[in-house]
Structure formats: C-alpha cells, structure tokens
C-alpha cells in the first residue's frame, strides 16, 4: 500500500497568507518528509509566494485571484500532470496538523476503497473546535443535509483537510466547483460514485491572517451552497466523469 | 398607435440598428453578439411600422393600449439579452479560469525552482552577469 514509488504532493492554497504559509510549508516538510510540497499562491498581494518558495516550497503564482476552487483546481491539474498517486489538501493558515496525515494515511490503509479521506473536526469527543456561532450553524445545516443526500454521515463538510487519491485527483482537475468547493465536492464525489470517508483529526484556530468566510459572508455562503447543492440535484449526473472530456478545462488542454 | 407614436418608435429603432452596424464596422461589436441585437431590433422596427400586427399582438395578449405591447415586447427582448450576456459572461469566466491556472503552470515549469539551490543559483547569476 505504502510503497516507496508512491508520489505524493501536498497542495496548500493561500491567499496573503504570508504570516503563516512558511511556518505551514516548514512543518510539512518535517512531519512528512516524503511530500512534495506545492504552495498554490492565488494572486496574493502580499510576500506570501516568496515565503512559500524561500520555506521550500513549490510555488503556482495565479495571475490573478481566482477563488479557492480555482486555485484548488489547478493544485489537482499539477497533481495529475505531475503523475501523482496521492494528494493532500492542507490550509495555508495553520489551522490543520500535518502530523494528522498520518491519521488520514492510515484510514486510507484500512479502507482502500476510498477515493477521498476527509479530515473532521466533529467527529470523535471533541467538540471544542472553536467557530463562530454563524459559522458553525451553516456548517451544521449542510453536513445534516449532505448526510441526507449521499446516504452516509458528514459530519464536517467544510473541511479543506482531505486526502485524495488518483481517482479523485482526475475527477477534480477536470471539475471542480469555484467559489466555496468543499461542501459541492463532496456532492461531485456521491455522483460520481466515489467513495468518501471521514476521520477525526485535531484542528488549531488560524495562526493569523482573515478567514475566506468572514461572519458577514456566511448568510451569502450559505446561499450560495444551498442553491448549489439543490442545483445539483436537479442535474443529470455525472455530467464529467474520469476519463471524459470536460466542457473547459485546464487538463482538457492536454499540453502534457 | 397614432402615427406620430409610430414615427418616434420606427426612429428610435431605425437609430438603434445603424448604431449596432456602426459598432460592427469599427469592430467594436463582435457579429455573433451583433446579430442578436439586430434581430431584436428589426423584430421591434416590424411591430412598430406595421401598425395592424402590433394591435393584434397587442389583442391576442389582452393589452388594451397597444404601445404598452410594444414596450412589453422590448422589455422581453431586454430580459432574454441580458441573460444571453450572463451565459456570455459566465463562459468567459471559466474560460478566464483556465488560462489563468494553465499559464501559472506552464510558469512554474520553466521558472527555475530558487529553494533547490540557492547558494549555486545565485554563484551562476553572478556569473552570467560579467
């Protein structure tokens, strides 16, 4: 399962993040010295590709900001371009743990079929996982919803710690959701029957820096995943599945 | 429509159509947005100079004043354009997209990784500059 040829790429996409992101790309090569680090620095305006690249990291610099899911996306086009088996989703801001993959390694040695291992703060006894009354809500809304939907229990659906595997790289670098993804890609995931799994890991409050949802947003964020998800359901699915050819696509292009 | 009405919309509109030619001529309008406008203008130039469809029309619809269909009328146009422009938009947003991540890969590709090696990246700097 583990084997030495297996290439692994952790992907952190950041935002002026320039306060934490070399901290985050350190620690990511000392708890887990077999990634490649890739730092996906979406139009910040601030140091933080420089950071990144001096803490040794592999730097995508966006012309411009284009959202997460934009930024995402390229990290999973460089995965599939650059033939890696396995990619970690991990934030630019220090909330998540690097010594956690191991957590979603090992969930992924014991149940190979999983195409994604989500990292949940909810699940397990700890529920002191600090959030904004707003923001818990909406996150709570939507795991009650998504559980409905897919037919399993999501206990956090906005989580970006995530393990994907080759699979799940494909699916994503062809199609994935713009502006708030986590919640649309566990739905892409159900439809196109790839298989999701959670396992609690420890999160850290943000080491510094604005969160992408501040309280204000949320209503909007919410909105906008609701219509999403309903959207969705509505579709005839898959639209894309592996090995499709895409309506537009950075991978579609096939330079490569 | 009394025929002094129907004089000021049939210039309206005929101003209208040579303003959308002109844009193509000094290829400021691109034809495939082009030809849109010029169907919803001729569409209203034909309600407006041919009195009797508009007041059918306007009948048919169960609009007792027949000016107000042809504004009725514009105002679809307007509604269908405008989300026409939306699709447009929302193609070039995704097209914008993908350029923009396939140009940051293709720059991280031929930029030299500076971390690798720092210390002899800068030694053949130095270098190249004599």
């Known amino acids: 399962m583990h084997s030495a040829f297996e290439r692994r790429l952790a992907v952190v996409p950041a935002y002026n993040e320039e306060q934490t992101v070399g901290r985050v790309v350190r620690a990511l090569h000392r708890d887990v010295p077999g990634w490649d680090v890739l730092v996906v620095d979406d139009g910040s305006t601030d140091e933080t590709g420089l950071c990144a690249r001096r803490a040794g990291a592999d730097v995508l610099r966006m012309p411009f900001n284009l959202g997460i899911g934009g930024a995402m996306q390229a990290g999973f086009v460089y995965a599939l371009e650059g033939d890696y088996d396995l990619m970690v989703q991990v934030d630019a801001d220090g909330q998540h743990d690097p010594t956690e993959i191991t957590t979603l390694l090992e969930s992924r040695a014991r149940h190979s079929e999983s195409d994604m291992v989500c990292g949940s703060r909810f699940l397990g006894d700890d529920h002191r996982y600090p959030a904004p009354i707003s923001r818990r809500t909406g996150i709570h809304v939507f795991a009650f919803l998504l559980s409905r939907i897919v037919g399993q229990r999501v206990s956090d659906p906005t989580s970006g710690f995530r393990l994907y595997n080759r699979r799940a790289i494909e699916l994503f670098a062809r199609d994935y959701p713009h502006d708030y993804p986590e919640v649309e890609a566990i739905l892409m995931l159900h439809h196109h029957r790839l298989i999701m799994r959670e396992e609690h890991v420890r999160m850290y409050e943000r080491d510094g820096g604005v969160s992408s949802i501040s309280s204000g947003k949320s209503v909007y964020y919410m909105i906008k995943v609701l219509l999403a998800i309903g959207v969705g359901l509505l579709r005839r699915r898959p639209v894309v599945s592996p090995g499709d050819a895409a309506p537009v696509t950075a991978s579609g292009a096939n330079i490569g | ?130």
Do not use: C, N
Not at chain 2, 73 to 81: H, K, M, N, P, S
Not at chain 2, 83 to 101: E, G
């Open chain 2, 1 to 130: 429509m009394t025929t002094h009405q129907r004089a000021v919309a049939v210039v309206a509109t005929v101003g209208l159509l040579i303003l959308v030619f002109d844009l193509v001529r000094r290829r400021r309008l691109l034809e495939r947005y082009a030809l849109v406008w010029m169907a919803v203008t001729v569409l209203l130039l034909v309600l407006s100079a041919w009195g009797g469809l508009l007041d059918r029309v306007a009948d048919a619809i169960g609009i007792s004043y027949p000016p107000s269909a042809l504004f009725a009328a514009a105002f679809g146009f307007v509604i269908v354009l405008l989300l026409h422009f939306s699709v447009a938009v929302s193609r070039l947003t995704d097209q914008s997209k993908v350029l923009a991540q396939r140009l940051a890969l293709l720059e991280q590709r031929v930029t030299p990784q500076e971390h690798e090696e720092p210390a002899e990246a800068h030694a053949e700097s130095v270098t190249a500059d004599r």
